[in-house]
Nanobody, 125 residues
Framework: QVQLVESGGGSVQAGASLRLSCAAS????????MGWFRQAPGKEREFVST????????YYADSVKGRFTISRDNAKNTVYLQMNSLKPEDTAVYYC??????????????????WGQGTQVTVSS
């Protein structure tokens, strides 16, 4: 069983940066595709970014492309989401997720087997 714990959320002004971290335990981290999703109040959970097992390939939602960067450190069993130029519409609970059936990219909610509890990001204008 894989456990995922997110950290790094907070309240910031528009234009600021935050870096989210997700620490994994209980599995072989380097075997998994990892992803970040977010859910704003009253909205469905939406895809943000995914990264393959090696960290050499990544994919982003159009809404964050050019502002967010996903990365991973397999030695530390951790995936990161660097968020720059934050906007009020980025306000949401951010979740990391692990897909243990693929080494590649996974952009759909049902692709993921394990989820963290989430970390709140609030961006004020």
């Amino acid at each position: 069983q894989v456990q995922l714990v997110e950290s790094g959320g907070g309240s910031v002004q528009a234009g600021a940066s935050l870096r989210l971290s997700c620490a994994a335990s209980g599995g072989t981290f380097s075997n998994y595709a990892m992803g970040w999703f977010r859910q704003a109040p009253g909205k469905e959970r939406e895809f943000v970014s995914t990264i393959n097992w090696s960290g050499r390939d990544a994919y982003y939602a159009d809404s964050v492309k050019g502002r967010f960067t996903i990365s991973r450190d397999n030695a530390k069993n951790t995936v990161y989401l660097q968020m720059n130029s934050l906007k009020p519409e980025d306000t949401a609970v951010y979740y990391c997720a692990a897909a243990d059936w693929t080494y590649g990219l996974a952009a759909r909610h049902p692709d993921y087997d394990y989820w963290g509890q989430g970390t709140q990001v609030t961006v004020s204008s």
